[in-house]
């Protein structure tokens, strides 16, 4: 390669050797993004990931930004969470993005957390008992600069969204995906989350809550709290019913929703497109083509 100064790289359906990888890395030290898909061709592949994860590990100590879908690192080589280690180290601090939401851990998160206290972005999964609420409180009091959050649980988890209100002020994005068994509607009305978000995170500009339990009066209160807030997505949320003007508020406010109720006639569309993201979180062999189709709206409000 004779790209010395290269910043960015993404290889998508090519089937790049881990020896290829290397060369990469030793011909563009300023590599800081990298994006790495080999989900369609993978089933077909013969070459080692564990080799793969070696070789960005070893050859790439700048890199901020990681991507990498359809690289099944093994158990027996290099898993998941042992490469994301190295390449937390090579950032020497300097991570500025991470997604560890198919491998989340109480001791990752923290190992981040320790090590990169300029994180801007951060995905994760909540699934007891690998990740627990008193790890989450801890990590995320590192995180002072962190400006985008996308958390997915799958049962209702509470108690944690004051604290990353409180420790995040820089916080302007804000996902949070419960994905439930058997998608009926909620089995209990509850304001905490929205109550918590309301109370600490008056500068967010985009807010997801996919599954929450929140009310009409929850989402009054972040109308309320939160006057920059551009986007909002409230897929699934059968208990918000858009009483009085909320509908008109929104509608006024904000830039682009999804909004869905009770009598959305496109509710049993949805309830296949979390089942698909259930699966996909928990089996990540499933084809990445099937978890692209989450990221077209499926109702879109006035924009």
């Given at each position: 390669?004779?790209?010395?100064l290269?910043?960015?790289?993404?290889?998508?359906?090519?089937?790049?050797?881990?020896?290829?990888?290397?060369?990469?890395?030793?011909?563009?030290?300023?590599?800081?993004?990298?994006?790495?898909?080999?989900?369609?061709?993978?089933?077909?592949?013969?070459?080692?990931?564990?080799?793969?994860?070696?070789?960005?590990?070893?050859?790439?100590?700048?890199?901020?930004?990681?991507?990498?879908?359809?690289?099944?690192?093994?158990?027996?080589?290099?898993?998941?969470?042992?490469?994301?280690?190295?390449?937390?180290?090579?950032?020497?601090?300097?991570?500025?993005?991470?997604?560890?939401?198919?491998?989340s851990?109480?001791?990752?998160?923290n190992?981040?957390?320790?090590?990169?206290?300029?994180?801007?972005?951060?995905?994760?999964?909540?699934?007891?008992?690998?990740?627990?609420?008193?790890?989450?409180?801890?990590?995320?009091?590192?995180?002072?600069?962190l400006?985008?959050?996308?958390?997915?649980?799958?049962?209702?988890?509470?108690?944690?969204?004051?604290?990353?209100?409180?420790?995040?002020?820089?916080?302007?994005?804000?996902?949070?995906?419960?994905?439930?068994?058997?998608?009926?509607?909620?089995?209990?009305?509850?304001?905490?989350?929205?109550?918590?978000?309301?109370?600490?995170?008056?500068?967010?500009?985009?807010?997801?809550?996919?599954?929450?339990?929140?009310?009409?009066?929850?989402?009054?209160?972040?109308?309320?709290?939160?006057?920059?807030?551009?986007?909002?997505?409230?897929?699934?949320?059968?208990?918000?019913?858009?009483?009085?003007?909320?509908?008109?508020?929104?509608?006024?406010?904000?830039?682009?929703?999804?909004?869905?109720?009770?009598?959305?006639?496109?509710?049993?569309?949805?309830?296949?497109?979390?089942?698909?993201?259930?699966?996909?979180?928990?089996?990540?062999?499933?084809?990445?083509?099937?978890l692209?189709?989450?990221?077209?709206?499926h109702?879109?409000?006035?924009?």
């Amino acid at each position: 390669m004779k790209l010395p100064l290269l910043e960015e790289l993404e290889v998508s359906y090519c089937s790049l050797s881990a020896e290829s990888l290397e060369v990469v890395g030793q011909s563009c030290p300023n590599l800081k993004t990298l994006k790495l898909n080999r989900e369609v061709l993978h089933r077909f592949s013969f070459f080692s990931e564990d080799d793969d994860a070696l070789a960005i590990a070893e050859t790439m100590p700048r890199l901020r930004h990681l991507q990498l879908f359809g690289n099944k690192l093994t158990d027996a080589g290099l898993n998941p969470e042992i490469m994301c280690r190295h390449v937390v180290d090579s950032s020497q601090g300097g991570l500025l993005e991470i997604d560890i939401s198919r491998f989340s851990t109480d001791s990752l998160l923290n190992f981040i957390a320790n090590r990169s206290s300029n994180l801007r972005s951060l995905k994760l999964t909540l699934i007891s008992p690998r990740v627990t609420i008193e790890g989450l409180k801890e990590a995320i009091g590192k995180l002072p600069l962190l400006e985008e959050l996308e958390i997915t649980e799958f049962e209702m988890w509470g108690g944690y969204l004051k604290v990353v209100g409180q420790s995040c002020p820089k916080l302007k994005t804000l996902k949070l995906n419960c994905i439930r068994i058997g998608f009926g509607p909620p089995f209990y009305l509850s304001d905490d989350d929205a109550l918590a978000i309301a109370e600490t995170m008056h500068g967010l500009r985009n807010l997801k809550l996919l599954g929450n339990s929140l009310t009409d009066d929850g989402l009054k209160a972040i109308l309320d709290n939160c006057p920059d807030l551009e986007h909002l997505d409230l897929g699934h949320c059968l208990n918000v019913n858009f009483s009085g003007d909320l509908e008109k508020r929104c509608s006024e406010r904000i830039k682009f929703q999804i909004l869905f109720s009770q009598q959305n006639p496109e509710k049993a569309g949805d309830d296949l497109l979390l089942l698909i993201m259930e699966e996909e979180i928990c089996s990540p062999s499933r084809s990445h083509d099937t978890l692209n189709t989450l990221d077209k709206p499926h109702k879109q409000g006035r924009s």
